[in-house]
């Protein structure tokens, strides 16, 4: 599936604005993004599997709160910044 | 271990190991700033009288602590947390020049089915280990969280004698007793006589202490008041703004508390409000302190008004850093070159260093993002540079 990234992301992406991983779930997907981008999960997600306060994950147009949401190969998955204050 | 009851002092058995030594220093010197938008180095000649800022590093991340090896002087560790982001830890062989994250970054253990577990904000303090243990580092964390690593910065391991202690909880209390940008362990120093010779400071939570590196701890409040609980003498829960051991003089503790700066001779295991020597009209509240390096009754600290609501800036608008060479007893003003009215400086717990140059010089970083510096020990003071963003963290590193 393909994964957008955000600019805070970028780092890890080599600057790739998306990238593919594959995975039934957000967790699995993001667990395929870690093996390819080492470092990048635990900036998007705690310790406690929580997905961090400033960021969100859309599955397509749907935003999920929850690692447990099922992804499929067709899907696009949206990572994003939320806005921030000074 | 689920007491929280006293251990005697183990002075005899400390007294045996050697101390480090009391030379100065003669070569280059660098700055090392933490900032809310990033790190930046600043550094000298050996002269201290040209000083070349660079940076940024991270820009846009909140760096809490950026820290030179003091041993091998080209490992840096860096405690960055991008507003979005994670909290990590950044390391460099080289100056800055290069970075590598943590591979594995301070993080607490995840909590079993139902309950509810801690997640690390950001790393809010590192400290090399003892020079026995060359590869160790420690890192105190908002909430209070203390982490080890011993391959030099790369991984990194929970302390489970405190992070996992019953009384962890107890000790470090919950939001509502928190600072309003979170509660931290700080202040982690380490016994240069016995690595497994622990001291840290929380806000909020008080001074604790391990003799077996980090298995079991106990408080060490004795004497230090809380004024904002109920008991204002309790036996933890304090507002410890730093605390410092002194490297020469290892039984000789100073600790800046939210209710007045205090002095402890271990032996005695109590805290003396010494800073009730300071006028009245300053007070002794305040956030950082700065040891000399070579004499333990020597050191700096920086007023700040703690009065009505806490404005934390200097008092009356005019800045000023008091120093002592009496451990306390009797206090100077040092004010030379510092505005004299209209200056609202506030200077954080970390933003307050000396070098080990002979005058010793002592500097401090504003959350103005302006540092100042003083080559004669505080006897006049010169903003070395401007405009930088809110400082965090200040720490002065020798590099030849």
């Not at chain 1, 805070?8 to 600057?15: G, M």
């Not at chain 1, 599955?59 to 204050?85: C, W």
């Not at chain 2, 030179?68 to 507003?83: E, F, I, K, N």
């Not at chain 2, 490297?247 to 001779?265: K, S, T, V």
Request: aromatic content about 8%; charged content about 25%; glycine content about 10%.
């Amino acid at each position: 599936m393909q994964v957008v990234i955000p600019p805070q992301l970028r780092d890890y992406t080599h600057d790739e604005a998306q990238v593919e991983a594959s995975g039934t779930t957000v967790a699995e997907m993001l667990a395929d993004l870690d093996r390819q981008f080492p470092g990048i999960r635990f900036r998007i997600v705690d310790e406690q599997d929580r997905i961090r306060p400033h960021l969100r994950i859309f599955v397509n147009e749907e935003q999920t709160r929850t690692l447990d949401a099922h992804v499929a190969t067709a899907d696009r998955i949206l990572i994003f910044g939320a806005l921030s204050g000074g | 271990m689920t007491s929280t009851s006293r251990r005697p002092f183990r002075r005899a058995a400390l007294a045996r190991a050697s101390l480090p030594q009391a030379t100065a220093a003669t070569g280059s010197l660098a700055l090392l700033v933490g900032t809310r938008k990033g790190a930046f180095i600043l550094r000298s000649n050996a002269k201290r009288r040209e000083w070349r800022l660079a940076g940024p590093h991270f820009l846009g991340s909140n760096v809490h602590h950026i820290v030179l090896d003091p041993h091998d002087r080209r490992t840096m560790l860096c405690a960055a947390r991008a507003g979005h982001l994670g909290p990590t830890v950044f390391r460099s062989v080289d100056m800055g020049r290069t970075w590598k994250e943590a591979a594995k970054p301070p993080a607490f253990p995840k909590a079993k089915e139902g309950e509810k577990g801690l997640a690390v904000d950001h790393v809010f303090w590192l400290t090399r280990g003892h020079p026995s243990e060359p590869s160790v580092w420690y890192a105190g964390t908002s909430p209070q969280g203390l982490f080890r690593s011993a391959d030099g910065g790369v991984n990194w391991e929970g302390v489970g004698g405190f992070n996992a202690h019953p009384l962890r909880a107890a000790w470090c209390g919950d939001e509502q007793s928190s600072p309003p940008d979170g509660a931290t362990l700080h202040s982690i120093n380490i016994d240069p006589r016995d690595p497994k010779h622990l001291y840290i400071g929380m806000s909020c939570g008080g001074t604790f202490e391990s003799s077996d590196g980090g298995s079991n701890w106990a408080p060490l409040n004795k004497g230090s008041i809380a004024d904002f609980l109920p008991d204002p003498n309790p036996e933890y829960g304090q507002d410890v703004h730093c605390m410092r051991m002194h490297p020469l003089a290892p039984d000789r503790l100073y600790q800046q508390n939210h209710c007045g700066f205090y002095r402890m001779d271990r032996a005695e295991g109590e805290w003396v409000r010494v800073g009730m020597k300071m006028p009245k009209r300053i007070g002794d509240i305040g956030f950082p302190l700065a040891l000399h390096p070579r004499k333990p009754d020597t050191l700096w600290v920086f007023p700040m008004d703690g009065s009505t609501v806490w404005p934390r800036v200097s008092p009356d608008g005019k800045p000023v850093a008091y120093t002592t060479r009496s451990g306390g007893k009797t206090w100077q003003r040092q004010a030379s070159g510092l505005p004299e009215r209209q200056g609202w400086f506030t200077v954080k717990r970390q933003a307050m260093c000396t070098d080990r140059h002979e005058p010793v010089g002592v500097y401090f970083g504003t959350t103005g993002g302006e540092i100042w510096g003083s080559l004669n020990e505080g006897g006049k003071w010169t903003c070395l540079v401007r405009h930088l963003p809110e400082i965090y963290s200040l720490e002065a590193a020798e590099l030849g």
